[in-house]
Every structure is written in structure tokens, then in C-alpha cells.
């Protein structure tokens, strides 16, 4: 069977984009966020100026490319959770799952690769600024898959509705995971290795889980 016209392009926008924010992250590491020119970018994908804005708006989105994948990552997990698994259940697992893989969006890598480029994010205003972006995003996706789920019990007269509900939650749950991450970050990035610090990683995250299933308790 051979792909469609459509399918292929597809690949080809995809290749295109990958190989702009590679060749984009790949100057920022050499030269820093703010030495770098558009031009040099483009030059260095192979592609023109206008066909490079036809793709990233600008610099900061080339940067934050690879963050695409993970920015509807959340709502995909509850989405795809078995029969009888609560959403907090299969994304604690899936985090979890992460950190013994020493997937970078945990932030337990110490590939060398891994660091620069988180170095440069968090050493750059801009590029944080955009993050939050990215950040929002992430909580609507997560907002509309926590919505459909069926509510434990009938709501009382006067409860919020089921979309405040989620809204809550999922703030929670997002800045919860990116708080595990940015501590793990920060401690290989002090020279910790990765995997000297799975185990209080582990740890950690299974502590925030808890306090998310419990609510502000400790602090009531």
C-alpha cells in the first residue's frame, strides 16, 4: 500500500519542522539564545526566511518545538487509562514510568545533550516566558479530558460545576509535575548523577501523588 498525498505531506511539514528547531537549538547551544539571528537559522535548515515563518512564528517557538509532543501528554494518558483506572492513578504511573526510562521531561537525564538545552531554558527569560504558553495549553487539554469523566458522586446543591472542577485539578496536576521535574532538573544539574537520584525522585513523586489525591490537608 502507498502513502497518500496527504500522509506524505505531512512527513515532509514534520521533517521540515524538526529540522529548523535542530538546526535553531543547535546555534542557541553554540552561541546563546540572543546571538542568533533568524537568518542564521534559516540559512542553517536550508530553507528561506519566509518559508521558516510559515512554520515558527518566532524564535522561542523553534526552541520550545520539541515541547509539542508533551503538550497535550497529560490528556492523552487519562484519555488512554484502562477500565476501573482513575486519572490520578494512570498519570502517576506514566510519570513514574518516565523517570525509570530517565525521560527529560522528568528532568532525571544527565545526557549531556539534555542539560544544555535545559540550561538555556531556564537561563532565558524569554524562552520561560513562552513556556508558560505551552503550560496553559497543556492544563485546556487536560481540563477537557478530566471533564468527561464520569464524577464519583452526585453533585450538592450550591458545588461548583464539573468544568471548575477540572479546571482546578488539572492546574494542580500540571504544576505539580513540573515542579517534580524542575527539582530533579536542578539537582543534575548540580552534578548529581541520574541515577543516584531515581530512588528520591521515586520518592518525591509518589509524595506529590498522595498530597494531590489528598488535597491541601496538611496545609487545612
Same mark, same amino acid.
Given at each position: ?25 543547535? $546555534?542557541?547551544?553554540?552561541?546563546? %539564545?540572543?546571538?542568533?539571528? /533568524? ?16 512554520y515558527f512564528a518566532a524564535k522561542e517557538d523553534m526552541a $520550545?518545538?520539541? %515541547? ?8 492523552? =494518558? =487519562? ?5 476501573? /483506572? ?55 487539554? +487536560?481540563?477537557?479530558? $478530566? ?20 479546571? $482546578? ?10 515542579? +517534580? ?6 539537582? =543534575? ?16 513523586? /509518589? ?8 488535597? +491541601?490537608?496538611?496545609?487545612?
Amino acid at each position: 500500500m502507498t502513502d497518500s498525498p496527504t500522509g506524505l505531506r505531512e512527513r515532509k511539514r514534520q521533517r521540515t519542522y524538526r529540522a529548523i528547531s535542530d538546526a535553531a537549538i543547535s $546555534l542557541f547551544l553554540e552561541k546563546g %539564545f540572543d546571538a542568533v539571528s /533568524v537568518s542564521e537559522i534559516a540559512e542553517a535548515a536550508e530553507v528561506s526566511k519566509p518559508t521558516l515563518f510559515r512554520y515558527f512564528a518566532a524564535k522561542e517557538d523553534m526552541a $520550545l518545538y520539541r %515541547f509539542a509532543d508533551h503538550e497535550d501528554e497529560a490528556a492523552r =494518558v =487519562v484519555a488512554a487509562r484502562g477500565a476501573g /483506572v482513575a486519572p490520578l492513578t494512570a498519570l502517576e504511573e506514566h510519570f513514574l514510568a518516565g523517570l525509570a526510562a530517565r525521560d527529560p521531561a522528568t528532568g532525571l537525564s544527565d545526557d549531556p545533550e539534555v542539560l544544555a538545552f535545559h540550561r538555556l531554558l531556564y537561563g532565558t527569560p524569554s524562552l520561560l516566558a513562552r513556556l508558560h504558553s505551552y503550560t496553559a495549553r497543556s492544563e485546556e487539554a +487536560l481540563t477537557s479530558q $478530566l471533564a468527561e469523566v464520569p464524577p464519583a458522586a452526585r453533585k450538592r446543591p450550591g458545588e461548583p460545576d464539573r468544568m471548575l472542577t477540572a479546571r $482546578l485539578a488539572a492546574g494542580q496536576i500540571v504544576t505539580t509535575q513540573r515542579v +517534580l521535574a524542575t527539582e530533579n532538573w536542578r539537582r =543534575v544539574a548540580q552534578g548529581a548523577s541520574a541515577e543516584s537520584q531515581y530512588a528520591p525522585a521515586r520518592a518525591a513523586a /509518589v509524595h506529590a501523588f498522595a498530597l494531590l489525591r489528598t488535597g +491541601l490537608t496538611p496545609y487545612a
